[in-house]
């Protein structure tokens, strides 16, 4: 059961009034949804408009789904919400201690237990932005009397350190798993990113140094964090398959025997799709499935070009890429837009992303031959999400 919010409007159709409830005008659906347990069944149950959802409204519409789902053939085993404070009132209602119960009998169906719980999901991304939120966790590791202090912090300090490598550790660890902004707040595979396998392994690795001992606190709190979802998060009663994922990014790039052309730095996708770019000597720019020898495309540049020196791909925008070669002469491999350095040669480059509320900031780091150092503000056009970005650039890659 869940609810979704709404504009608050009402709409005439087909001879009824929609949007209008005995409050005034709704501005939430409470819908009820079945899954089947052993098979792919599922479907719509109920959808009820409400002003505001109240414990009461829950128990009345989860008591007439329970017995109209029972009295037509359906075997109800669990009941699944996330965890608002409605929703744990509608729990703790159903307790006759007036707490949350681990099953209720069907009251339809008396030798029928109905397992009352929070979705998993819900609670593993609200383990992470607490973690976020409060930036500092203090918990007993189960079966042991060990406290782990988790601190968001060395999150990070550990984006920070490996920030601009072009083969990271942590390479999951991104800009937006470190400053979400309100809306990516909902999505899951932000805690996924932060709680994978290789984000602890890096934290352990540098952890083994001195000044960042602590860091290895903060992998104990994420590793356990991650083996509970794993361990709760499977359709199989009887097995589970634990997914054995190396601590390093097992990305081989092998030359084809006709292609000559060394690859001089490469980018690797960062929104968690299996994609890279290789920067060649030749001046051009190649894009890399990870499992893949063979480029799916090459962006060719003129027949003396200079090698690529340094090359990023933007955690913002995935169609940017920032390239710097030995003379960024404009036009060698169709450029958006060339930037000259007045200092002199520019011999490395390097991107630094930050928000600032809900905004996007990138600056961009320049070293020159003569050891003078810029920093430039890369303009919005380049650094703010356009709509559907990710799809398009996905489907292109799918027809090339």
Known sequence: MDEVYTARAVELAGGRLYGEGKDGVTSTIFCTFISSVAGSYEDIISMSPVTSITTSDIRNIFFTVLKTLTEIGFT???CTTDGHRTNQGFHN???????????IINPYSPDARVYTMFDTVHLYKNFFFNLLNKKTLICQLP????VVKAEYNHLQQLYRMEMGQDIKMAYRLTDRV????TVERVNVQLAVAATHETTVAALRFYGQKEEHCNFRQTADFLEMLKKWFSIVNTCRCRRAVWRCVPLYPSVRLSVPADVSVPARCLALCPFEQPFLLAGGADGSLRLHTTTGERPLITWNAAADAAPVL??????????VFFVLDADSSAGDIFPAETDQVQSGPVTAMDLSYSADGD???THLAVSTADGALEVHTVAETYTHSQAGELDQFLHYVRII
């Open 143 to 146: 079966t042991t009397e060990t």
């Open 76 to 78: 109800v085993v669990s």
């Open 359 to 361: 905004s996007r900031v």
């Open 310 to 319: 340094a090359l990023h791909w933007s955690q913002h925008r995935p169609c």
């Open 178 to 181: 470190i400053h979400p902004t």
């Open 93 to 103: 209602s159903l307790g006759e201690d007036g707490r949350h119960p681990e099953f």
